[in-house]
């Protein structure tokens, strides 16, 4: 990720508060403008959320190289951001989840809508999430050519934070299924020595693959999830369990994109 603009959705809950911080954080490792979007409920409401943004900008210590300016827009979480990160180029959103009042007011099935709202990736974060330097992201994939969309953009974050990638995937007991993860393998090997990423590929064991990734998290101390959202319209089955990485016990950023929206870009 180079020169870029990293939205925070921001309404002044600790939640909100959290994403600006991750946001900092990245801004330690890329030249990037940070931009406060705060979505009021009607222009009246907006004038004044404008003035406190602009009063918190001013407060905050920005990491060198990164600039932080404040937006305000009527609108709903659910409906505009998505275009409003388009109108503004935005390269990634950086939002939380999990809080219980305000804008940020859903959790991971709800945060899934606004996902798909968006053509940009998405970095969801939680009220406890530790902002720390990542050594190992973990990247789950499928036999799907959906969840490959995210290979790119999680490498480029392992770029950024210099970080490993941690590439993982259900072992195949059906010779047919297994040959095909294979080629999606080779495909996501070869994808990452090209962008010269340091990336290793573990097969885990069938049977219910979050709990897998949960526990090679565990053990392999890693510090973030990266996935590519199947939309609903095409697996709904895919719902639970993007809505549970979401909301990791570990409570870790989870890197999220809707393959949807993405499908010319990757792949």
């Known amino acids: ?23 900092l954080f990245l801004g330690k490792h890329v030249h990037t403008e940070i931009q406060l979007l705060h979505l009021a409920k ?15 900008r001013a407060e905050i210590q920005v990491p060198e190289g990164v600039e932080l300016s404040a937006l305000t827009k009527v609108g709903t979480i659910f409906s505009d951001i998505g275009r409003i990160a388009k109108e503004e180029h935005a390269q990634l959103i950086i939002m939380g989840t ?3 009042r305000g804008m940020q007011s859903f959790t991971g099935s709800h945060a899934l809508k606004v996902i798909v709202s968006a ?14 330097e990542i050594d190992t992201i973990a990247v789950p994939i499928d036999l799907t ?17 210099d970080a490993k990638v941690h590439v993982l995937a259900e072992k195949q007991s059906d010779e047919i299924l297994n ?7 080779s495909i996501v090997k070869g994808q990452y020595e090209d962008r010269n990423n340091s990336a290793e590929v ?6 219910n693959f979050y709990t897998r990734i949960i526990d090679h998290v565990d053990s392999k101390n890693c510090g973030m999830i990266a996935i590519s959202y199947h939309t609903e ?3 709904p089955q895919f719902d639970n369990f993007a809505s549970n990485l979401m909301m990791n016990k570990q409570e870790l950023p989870l890197l999220i994109l809707n393959s949807k929206q993405a499908s010319s870009l990757y792949f």
Do not use: W
């Open 1 to 23: 990720m180079s020169k870029n603009l990293y939205i925070v959705p921001y309404d002044f809950t600790p939640v909100s508060e959290k994403a600006l911080h991750y946001a």
């Open 42 to 56: 009607d222009k009246e409401t907006g004038l004044i959320m404008k003035r406190k943004l602009d009063k918190l």
């Open 98 to 100: 999990h809080g219980k």
């Open 119 to 132: 053509d940009c990736p998405f970095l969801v974060v939680q009220k406890n999430t530790v902002v720390e």
């Open 145 to 161: 050519k959906e969840s490959l969309q995210i290979i790119n953009v999680a490498g480029d974050m392992a770029h950024m934070l």
């Open 179 to 185: 040959q095909r993860l294979q080629n999606r393998l």
């Open 202 to 207: 573990y097969l885990l064991q069938k049977r």
């Open 233 to 235: 319209a095409l697996f």
